[in-house]
């Protein structure tokens, strides 16, 4: 089912070639997502400095609620959509040394400038000037790791890698089955998380470690 | 002043269930479309582009630049689109913002920009180098791979916020607030 639309790529599934096509339908389709895209991050506040470095401190976990919650709807949407028609689903490939390795730099990245590439782009839509050195830091970066890249893929990437790795293909269970079950669980920790109220709201009857936090 | 800026963009933001649900409905119709969001390849791109126009051969003669498009496609017409959906957004709203270093930063490293926008760079610099490592970033492997239910996405998941929550620790350590 899934095996259709598959992408299959040595260096990330959305690395090789043209994705989506190059003609004016989809260029101005693109754009227009893009501006969707970055007017809820705006909106949500996850292009807020603060809102990032406090979810990474634990202290406000907003927008990780936020985009756990994208997750499942959009898990939940894209296999309807993979069972009533056709959804251009591209499952990444799974090589956990570069996977993981990539994670930990990207993080670092992360809580040093308070931004993820999407959303620093996003802040400086919004004006802020420190979002514009880390996007232009970010294009040094993927130059860097582009000048590198013969070194890394033979130590990172080539190594352990398990090509394109789905839960529903791994369970043999129905792509849509496996969706609602994993949306379910996500929903439920996201309201874990909302009821535990790590942030914001003071919880009743407890002693408060971080009187103030916002 | 920054403080009360700050206070007004925050009452006036969407909830995150709103936000949540209408990020996953987009992502939804982007598979429908062309594909799933995702933002990392399009600095890499762009980067070939830019060498291009200043007449390097490095974007054919490199043996990862080479494999993206050197033409303009759906999903690199999403990172423009972002920074344009910001901007209308922030302008519709009244939230523009055009500070240079966060309040919080401020709090803890002192209000020198160079230094904010050194930490700036550094930190795009690390975030694209290891997001081109693992093959996507915040958005392509975590939002839509996780919603894509790939295994991948849901590693890289785990790594980043493992990173990032120990980076943030240590970089606000003794920090009450």
Known sequence: MIAATITLAQAGSDTVGIVGGTDA???????????????????????????????????????????????????????????????????????????????????????????????SL?????????????????????????????WIKPVLVDPLNYGSQSIPDILGVAPLLTATVVAAIIVAFVMYLDHAGTGRRPTAGKTQDHPART | MDLLQ?????????????????????NTFAVATYGALGVSRSHVVVDGMLLRLFGSDLPSTNSYLSLVPD??????????????????????TGTINTRSVPRLWKSRYGNSRPKRFAAAFAGGFLLLFGARIAGGCTSGLVLSGGAQLAVSGFVFGASIFASGIITAKLLYRKQAS
């Not at chain 1, 591209?90 to 992360?110: D, H, K």
């Not at chain 1, 420190?130 to 294009?139: I, R």
């Not at chain 2, 033409?71 to 519709?92: C, K, V």
């Open chain 1, 25 to 119: 339908r989809a260029l101005i389709l693109g754009l227009l997502t893009g501006v969707a895209f970055g007017a809820i991050l705006q909106r949500v506040g996850a292009s807020s400095y603060a809102l990032i470095v406090n979810m990474l401190r634990l202290r406000d976990l907003t927008v990780m609620k936020f985009f756990f919650l994208a997750i499942a709807v959009g898990s939940l949407g894209m296999y309807f959509v993979n069972s009533v028609g056709t959804a251009h689903i591209g499952i990444a490939p799974f090589y956990p040394l570069g996977i993981i390795v990539g994670g930990i730099i990207f993080g670092a990245g992360w809580a040093l400038s308070g931004y993820c590439p999407g959303t």
């Open chain 2, 6 to 26: 700050e206070q007004a963009a925050a009452r006036k933001r969407m909830s995150w269930i709103t936000g949540g649900i209408l990020l996953g409905l987009l």
């Open chain 2, 71 to 92: 033409q303009a496609d759906w999903l690199l017409m999403i990172a423009p689109g972002m920074i344009i959906g910001g901007f209308l957004a922030a302008l519709l």
């Open chain 1, 122 to 150: 996003v802040a400086m839509g919004e004006g802020k000037v420190d979002a514009a050195f880390t996007v232009l830091g970010g294009f040094a970066g993927a130059l860097a790791l582009a000048l590198t890249w013969d």
